[in-house]
């Protein structure tokens, strides 16, 4: 029997796991920016490397 994890990461490898991981960070990192002041670069490289980790990955927004 698939623990809770397993099923996470399931759906995270999935299309639409994808699609709501992605929507997710960018809405964190729209917030971040907003909060920053000058340090878009840095944010969306957190954003990627994030992403990165989560899912598929990949620059799929």
Same mark, same amino acid.
């Given at each position: 029997?698939?623990?809770?994890?397993? %099923?996470? /990461?399931?759906? +995270?490898?999935?299309? %639409?796991?994808? =699609?709501?991981?992605?929507? $997710? +960070?960018? /809405?964190? $990192?729209?917030?971040?920016?907003? %909060?920053?002041?000058?340090? $878009?670069? =840095?944010? =969306? /490289?957190? *954003?990627?490397?994030?992403?990165? *980790?989560?899912?598929?990955?990949?620059?799929? *927004?």
């Amino acid at each position: 029997m698939a623990g809770l994890g397993d %099923k996470a /990461k399931d759906f +995270l490898d999935s299309d %639409k796991g994808e =699609q709501a991981s992605d929507g $997710a +960070l960018d /809405k964190g $990192a729209a917030f971040a920016e907003g %909060k920053a002041g000058g340090h $878009a670069d =840095q944010v =969306q /490289k957190g *954003r990627d490397a994030a992403d990165d *980790r989560i899912g598929s990955g990949g620059d799929e *927004r």
